[in-house]
């Protein structure tokens, strides 16, 4: 049975993962923008010893959502290099599109930060083309299931090509023959794919973990193999966890097949904790912020997942209406068909009604679990050790308070069982993670050799 630490991220949202959560706080209407909070939350991420704290994004305009919560309002490139002003340990994942733009541009972006961490940085590659982007990208029609992956690959291609293109050895510096970069040592790109074309090296020398560290979320056959071949780390939204144990197993099974070797392909499933000190009362705090929610809109959003009519819904202690649920299911948008099979799936596990579906966190996604400190550690354990996961982007129901309870009553519990650290372990996101450094030139030898 697996004895490794648990790796542990944080999904940083501007009041917390629960919808309500904003409706808490004294001021409401800066909370996208306030970056006293985000310092806040990355220094609590830090005295817990947290791998990384995760920064999404929503490339484009505003989204449904954003009439109803707070919003991603600021550009994670930048949010990300004021966050590692603050703190000297803790990973920074930046979120960037790979469909809209150029290849170049987050090349550098997320080398630049990578350099200014001293070795923290991390980008987290996504593939969503919603209307909203698709508009403010000027963009008039978006791609398909396949051809936004060859998109996607050509863009990581380039990225990662301008990150090996410039490494330290070509950095001479050698006054006495004047010269300070020797062209010859450079590793130029020269690439011109069906979607995006870029030649020459990067203005970035190689940065200190030889490359940032990638991140890629999805469930789809085609992410699984994108980010088998190319993600350090996978985020997923596993709900069951014998569906965790299967996509754990496929997914290094994926990397292996690609020349890798599997223990350095992360899996880690997002999880939403709401704790306190006894169950009871964990279930009363996730009472009182549910009942903040608009339920009537909420009941909505569940109807369209479910692709029934609104009026099946009404009656919240009723059964949930699997049957019709199944005859519509074509009706369901294909990007959303994972995420209502996972919540029926855990619906019909745990026998739920209406009630219990409806705020079961089907916005966000990700399992929720409501108990104590002790409860929580032994129940990520479980997935951990029986190979559904090697840890968890954790999804705090109000930041910084949540998070603050995680460093304060979770992690002292993983360290005296020997499965967390009790400090930092290196100076890069790769040493903490447990990954090696990236050398582009072994890589290269050995996909040469594949």
């Not at 990581?156 to 300070?180: G, M, R």
Request: hydrophobic share 40%.
């Amino acid at each position: 049975m697996s004895r490794h630490h648990v790796r542990l991220g944080v999904n940083v949202l501007a009041s917390g993962r629960h919808d309500a959560a904003w409706k808490t706080f004294d001021d409401k209407r800066h909370l996208s923008t306030d970056i006293d909070h985000f310092v806040a939350i990355a220094k609590s991420a830090e005295r817990g010893l947290i791998d990384a704290i995760f920064l999404a994004d929503n490339p484009g305009g505003l989204v449904s959502e954003s009439h109803t919560r707070p919003w991603r309002a600021l550009d994670p490139a930048i949010l990300v290099a004021n966050l590692a002003a603050h703190t000297e340990h803790v990973g920074l994942v930046c979120t960037t599109t790979s469909l809209f733009g150029h290849p170049y541009t987050i090349a550098r972006q997320i080398a630049s930060i990578d350099h200014v961490s001293r070795g923290r940085a991390a980008w987290n590659i996504i593939t969503s083309q919603n209307p909203p982007a698709l508009n403010a990208y000027g963009v008039e029609k978006g791609w398909d299931q396949a051809e936004r992956y060859k998109r996607a690959e050509e863009f990581v291609q380039i990225v990662t090509a301008f990150w090996d293109s410039l490494p330290e050895e070509a950095l001479v510096a050698d006054p006495k023959s004047t010269v300070y970069l020797d062209p010859s040592r450079l590793r130029s790109l020269d690439f011109k794919g069906e979607h995006f074309s870029a030649r020459g090296a990067s203005s970035v020398p190689e940065t200190p973990q030889g490359r940032p560290v990638i991140f890629q979320a999805g469930q789809s056959s085609d992410s699984r193999a994108f980010g088998a071949r190319y993600a350090d780390a996978l985020f997923t939204g596993q709900r069951i966890v014998e569906g965790a144990r299967a996509f754990y197993s496929e997914v290094k099974t994926l990397a292996k097949r690609f020349g890798r070797n599997p223990e350095h392909l992360l899996v880690m499933p997002g999880l939403f904790p709401i704790l306190a000190s006894t169950e009871e009362e964990a279930g009363r705090h996730k009472r009182d912020l549910d009942d903040l929610l608009d339920s009537v809109a909420l009941r909505a959003e569940l109807a369209r997942h479910l692709a029934v009519d609104e009026a099946l819904l009404e009656d919240l202690d009723a059964p949930i209406p699997f049957e019709q649920s199944e005859a519509n299911v074509s009706l369901v948008p294909i990007a959303s068909r994972w995420h209502r099979a996972e919540m029926l799936k855990e619906a019909r596990l745990h026998g739920w009604n209406i009630r219990e579906l409806l705020f079961s966190n089907i916005t966000g996604g990700h399992r929720v679990f409501v108990g104590t400190p002790e409860g929580f550690v032994q129940d990520m354990l479980h997935w951990v050790d029986t190979k559904g996961a090697d840890g968890f982007n954790l999804n705090i129901d109000v930041q910084p308070d949540g998070l603050d309870l995680i460093a304060d009553e979770v992690i002292p519990i993983l360290q005296k069982l020997g499965r967390f650290r009790t400090a930092y372990e290196g100076l890069t996101l790769r040493d903490n993670l447990g990954l090696p450094r990236f050398d582009a030139g072994v890589q290269g030898r050995l996909a040469a050799a594949v």
